[in-house]
């Protein structure tokens, strides 16, 4: 482990990556992803004499906690098919039947296998008070919600296409979703809870954070930390772009400053591999409280200085000293999405600007740009001479306009765009940002989106 860690330090001071910044040469992109590979590969890791984390056996994490009678196993993959092998992982360690299952949050990843662990059983299954309040909300938005699932998570890209997903392995079994999820039968007040299950101590602290209904799991005399997902190794996803709900960012700072305050041996994190060590595993969690809060106060006082959305999402970047931390590369998480998410999850869609309280529909923008240039002909090659010069998201933004000309080459826009894409991506080492160019590239190619879409 501390390999990898030296080796991505290293590339990303040789691309000299400006953090929220997560464009490089292609070759540099791979090797990082590719690096970060080693965070979910697949098998067990013992991080106490009686406590086991399975990773790689779906996108999350699993652990099981051995005690005198049974054994409790915290969060349960996606669907039974990847939870059984966990469990069968699991039983090499110890065949006691399980005692307890405890949700973390209430994200499909934690709770969909279930059953899996389930003999003739039947376990008490802790979850919050709010257990749940994560999903069932924007209904109404589901249908897009889906397809920018799919981009993010590259859930349609070929084995060719996809590396990973930022924090979870790509090609995970899917088609079980949630089928063994067994739903709580024990709440876990807000106040949290400290108990003896099987003879293990067990402390259930509520963490809000990258949901609300989430909360770590403490075992005092082991000094084992289970994060649940509001710590992985990498820059955390405060905002996702498949369209999420404001993540409360203060809340997972702080969340994330308590679990540091305990001061653990080893954090398990909801995602990627357990960090053994007491100095090792305090220090990612100070320093993980510390970035967001640091994303969040830079953010704030930005809002304060009159300053939008636009403007921040490039100022804003992590301290010096926390930038190159392994578990803070921005592979998953994205300090210029945190950014516009907190603004807008502060003050709403409005900048405070009066000149974006009412701008020019696009396809009037668009002539009017287009008459800027010295007209469509222009505008197409100033198009086209973006792409060449490998100014690609500028190609991209005059695509955007083109599209809406009437007498605008639409089919060639298009090109560009779909080619632009495909170059933002292989220079991209956050996975989301990756998949999705890459997608939606696809997708323009393919004609599924219609010219609305594009
Ligand atoms: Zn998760």
């Known amino acids: 482990m501390k390999n990898l860690i030296a080796t991505l330090c290293l590339l990303v001071t040789a691309a000299g990556v400006a953090s929220g910044q997560t464009q490089v040469e292609p070759d540099t992109a791979l090797r990082m992803l590719n690096a970060q590979q080693q965070q979910f590969e697949k098998g067990v890791v013992k991080v106490a004499d009686n406590v086991y984390t399975a990773v790689g056996f779906h996108g999350a994490n699993t652990s099981m906690i051995v005690g005198t009678d049974g054994v409790i196993i915290v969060d349960t993959l996606f669907g039974p098919t990847s939870a059984a092998k966990a469990a069968e992982a699991f039983r090499q360690y110890s065949d006691q039947p399980v005692k307890a299952i405890i949700y973390t949050h209430s994200h499909g990843d934690h709770i969909g296998g279930a059953s899996a662990f389930v003999g003739d059983e039947k376990p008490d299954i802790y979850g919050t008070e709010t257990f749940g309040s994560a999903e069932g909300v924007n209904k109404a938005v589901d249908p897009v919600k889906q397809k920018r699932n799919i981009r993010q998570f590259g859930r349609n890209l070929s084995s060719s296409e996809i590396i990973n997903r930022g924090v979870a392995p790509a090609g995970t079994d899917d088609g079980d979703r949630g089928k063994g999820f067994l739903p709580p039968t024990v709440t876990v007040p807000s106040s949290g809870l400290k108990t003896t299950i099987a003879g293990v101590e067990i402390e259930f602290h509520i963490g809000p954070g990258e949901t609300d209904d989430a909360m770590f799991i403490w075992l005092p005399k082991e000094k084992v930390l289970l994060a649940g997902d509001n710590f992985y190794s990498s820059f955390p996803n405060l905002y996702a772009i498949r369209g999420t709900a404001y993540r409360d960012v203060l809340n997972w700072s702080e969340s994330v400053g308590k679990m540091a305050a305990l001061k653990p041996h080893v954090v398990v994190p909801g ?184």
């Open 271 to 454: 995602h990627t591999m357990p960090i053994q060590g007491q100095e090792a595993a305090t220090t990612a969690l100070t320093d993980y409280s510390e970035a967001i809060r640091s994303v969040y106060d830079q953010t704030v006082r930005g809002i304060n200085a009159g300053k939008g959305p636009d403007q921040l999402a490039h100022e804003v970047k992590l301290p010096e000293h926390l930038k190159d931390k392994p578990y803070l590369i921005e592979f998953y998480g994205s300090v210029p999405h945190a950014v516009r998410a907190i603004y807008a999850g502060l003050l709403g869609w409005y900048d405070g600007n009066p000149t974006t309280l009412n701008p020019l529909e696009p396809k009037v923008k668009a002539q009017k740009i287009a008459k800027l240039a010295g007209g469509i002909n222009k505008l197409t090659e100033q198009m086209n001479a973006a792409l060449a010069n490998q100014d690609y998201q500028w190609a991209l933004e005059l695509s955007e306009h083109l599209k809406w000309l009437d007498d605008g080459d639409r089919k060639l826009a298009r090109t560009v765009k779909i080619e632009a894409l495909r170059e933002l991506a292989a220079r991209e080492y956050n996975a989301p940002n990756r998949n999705y160019y890459l997608s939606y590239a696809n997708e323009l190619e393919s004609g599924q989106l219609s010219e609305l879409w594009f």
